[in-house]
Structures are given as C-alpha cells and as structure tokens.
Nanobody, 123 residues
C-alpha cells in the first residue's frame, strides 16, 4: 500500500526557513504527481504546491508563490518543500500528497496523503 511519511516540521520565527521532506513507498513514484497541502486551525485545507510526474513542472498556491519551492528526487522516492520567508499565517499541518499521472489541486481528487507534519511560525 502507498505510504507517504512527512518530516521536517517544527517551530520557526517569522522570516525563517524550513525544509519539509516526504518519503514515498508502495507506488511507482515516477508515475505520480506529488504535492503539498496544508490546513491551519479552523481553516479550510489549502493547496500549497505540486510537481508534475513527467516534466517536473511546478505549481504553487497564490499565498506561497515566490517563497516556497517544491522539488522531487525520483531516484530516492522523495519530495521536498523548501519554505522561505515564513509568515505566521503559514502555520498549519502540512500534508504530502500523491496523484497518479495528473497534477491535482483539490484534496478530494488525491489518491494518497500522509499523516502530516506541524509547522508553527511565531511572530
């Protein structure tokens, strides 16, 4: 079965950086678009970023464009989210997500997701 395991979350001051990692197993990784979603307390789940399975094109939510960078390493079955210039409003649980052969930006269309990792940005 598909397993997505996130790591790298934590507490950081505003303006700081964090790098999230996601280890994927149980799937043909190179056939999956990979992404990140987040959900803050009392907020809707939000699309953050995705990277295509074929040409590694990247896509970002408006609130993180220019600050976050998604990347993948098909040799290691890993996907990363580099988060720079963090803001208190970035505080959320971040989920790694997978979708077969197509990039999706809505949670309901995903094939698999992880348990999440907490990111807290203090002001």
């Amino acid at each position: 079965q598909v397993q997505l395991v996130e790591s790298g979350g934590g507490l950081v001051q505003a303006g700081g950086s964090l790098r999230l990692s996601c280890a994927a197993s149980g799937l043909t990784f190179s056939n999956y678009a990979m992404g990140w979603f987040r959900q803050g307390t009392g907020k809707e789940r939000e699309f953050v970023a995705a990277v295509d399975w074929s040409d590694h094109s990247t896509y970002y939510g408006d609130s993180v464009k220019g600050r976050f960078t998604i990347s993948r390493d098909n040799a290691k079955n890993m996907v990363y989210l580099q988060m720079n210039s963090l803001k208190p409003e970035d505080t959320a649980v971040y989920y790694c997500a997978a979708s077969r052969l197509v990039v999706v930006t809505t949670w309901s269309a995903l094939d698999s997701w992880g348990q999440g990792t907490q990111v807290t940005v203090s002001s």
